[in-house]
């Protein structure tokens, strides 16, 4: 996907639109991962920005592949963040929180990057590419070790 996206108008629209679907889908996944006790409000809120973030994404490439990056940027620059605040509340509860903060950081740098970008299409859609490579790795990595600290906790009734 990530080399199809560079010369592909389809491939980078279908990239463009999934990865935000994608995310809504994870912080779903966080959620029933998540203790009942534990306050969920911030993946609720990620979940809606990515929901809202994939139907902008959607009308700003009808206008260019420009707009998209910027609606992209903003996205990934807010849910960045959520993710950093989310991940640094969490390691003392949960621990393994490392994979999530530190790409809650790069969520928020590569934002900036796609929104300085945006007008140099071809360039923002090879780091579009990369984004979301780096964005599954931290994914991964992160279900991996949570799933390890999910099922060391005792369950209490």
């Known amino acids: 996907m990530a080399t199809a996206a560079k010369t592909n108008a389809t491939a980078a629209t279908i990239l463009f639109i999934i990865y935000p679907v994608w995310d809504a889908i994870a912080t779903y996944f966080d959620i029933k991962a998540n203790p009942p006790a534990a306050s969920k409000t911030p993946q609720y809120v990620n979940a809606a920005i990515s929901i809202i973030t994939a139907i902008a994404v959607s009308i700003a490439l009808q206008k260019g592949i420009p707009q998209a990056l910027q609606v992209f940027?903003?996205?990934?620059?807010?849910?960045?963040?959520?993710?950093?605040?989310?991940?640094?509340?969490r390691r003392k509860q949960l621990g393994g929180q490392w994979p999530m903060i530190i790409s809650g950081g790069q969520s928020m740098l590569a934002g900036i990057a796609f929104i300085a970008m945006a007008h140099q299409p071809n360039q923002g859609i090879s780091t579009l590419a990369?984004?979301?490579?780096?964005?599954?790795?931290?994914?991964?990595?992160t279900a991996f070790r949570l799933s390890k600290t999910i099922n060391a906790v005792p369950i209490t009734a």
């Open 130 to 141: 990369g984004y979301a490579a780096f964005g599954a790795f931290y994914f991964l990595l």
């Open 73 to 89: 940027g903003t996205w990934a620059i807010l849910t960045g963040l959520i993710q950093l605040i989310l991940g640094l509340r």
